[in-house]
């Protein structure tokens, strides 16, 4: 017997809806009809907290096989968690070009180093870039660190792609523009991304 049909029966032997069940697991009851329509599993947390209401071991819900896909499932679920908080916390933290002294601007013979807000001597254009470029990758990266458990398919398909993809403009902005220690800084965390993807 699967999964799903052992779930179903102990379920029935208590007298319980699927709604009911979700309420005792804390959890949906779409999870609960997704478990026992045999559309997924539930995580290593829910299946402790089944296990411990209806008074049966892991073993005795699960197959060898349906054990192992739980695991996996567990650890890429784990991997993707830390991704989205790595990148996250990057992007967030590319707001500190708003307040560190990176940027040259020239005042009389010397060039001095300013923050982001304190840039005024340059075209207007070009500090507006400057402000949308770092300001979208903050964004994107507050997303990132607010929607973790965000199931939607073009968020979670896209949103490093996005992150790259911003990281890699505002890099070429920087360098054109000549602004080598903004440039450098964001390049740091774009090798740091991907060196991650790479593993991953």
Known sequence: MD???????????????????????????????????????????????????????????????????????????????????????????????????????????????????ALTDIAPYLQAGYCFVVTAIVVVGVLALALQNFSNIFWMHNKSKISLFLNIVGVLLFVISQQPYAATFLIVFLVIKALMLIKW
């Open 3 to 117: 999964f799903n049909e052992k779930l179903q029966e102990l379920r029935k032997q208590k007298n319980l809806t699927q709604e009911e069940l979700a309420e005792l697991l804390f959890v949906s009851r779409t999870a609960v009809s997704k478990w026992e329509s045999g559309r997924g599993y539930p995580n290593i947390e829910s299946l402790k907290a089944i296990s411990v209401f209806f008074g049966v071991t892991v073993d005795e819900l699960l197959s060898g096989e349906e054990l192992i896909a739980i695991s996996e499932e567990d650890t890429k679920q784990k991997e993707n968690h830390i991704h989205d908080l790595v990148f996250g916390l990057l992007d967030v933290g590319v707001a500190m070009l708003f307040f560190l002294p990176i940027f040259g601007q020239k005042t009389g013979d010397v060039i001095q180093g300013v923050s982001l807000l």
